[in-house]
Nanobody, 119 residues
């Protein structure tokens, strides 16, 4: 059974940094795309960043480009999101998600971790 468990959220001042981690278990993820999404109160879920587990290629949303960096550690089966220069508008619940490379929708989701950025 696949499990995705996020950690690392918290309260930080604007301009600060946080590092989120997603521990993935239950299978090998060589054929998977791993991504981070976020959802702020009253808003729709928003794509943040994605990584191809096998090749390590990444893509970041324009809203976080240059500030956030997604990465993966194959040995530890974790996906991380390094968040720098945080802004109050980055406040949201952040979710880790996984899908097979050929799938259109994400199959697996974590429970989410809260990130709050104070001004």
């Amino acid at each position: 059974q696949v499990q995705l468990v996020e950690s690392g959220g918290g309260l930080v001042q604007a301009g600060g940094s946080l590092r989120l981690s997603c521990a993935a278990s239950g299978r090998t993820f060589n054929t998977y795309i791993m991504s981070w999404f976020r959802q702020a109160p009253g808003k729709e879920r928003e794509f943040v960043a994605t990584i191809n587990w096998s090749f390590g290629s990444t893509y970041h949303a324009d809203s976080v480009k240059g500030r956030f960096t997604i990465s993966r550690d194959s040995a530890k089966n974790t996906v991380s999101l390094q968040m720098n220069s945080l802004k109050p508008e980055d406040t949201a619940v952040y979710y880790c998600a996984a899908r097979v490379v050929t799938a259109l929708q994400y199959t697996y989701w974590g429970q989410g971790t809260q990130v709050t950025v104070s001004s």
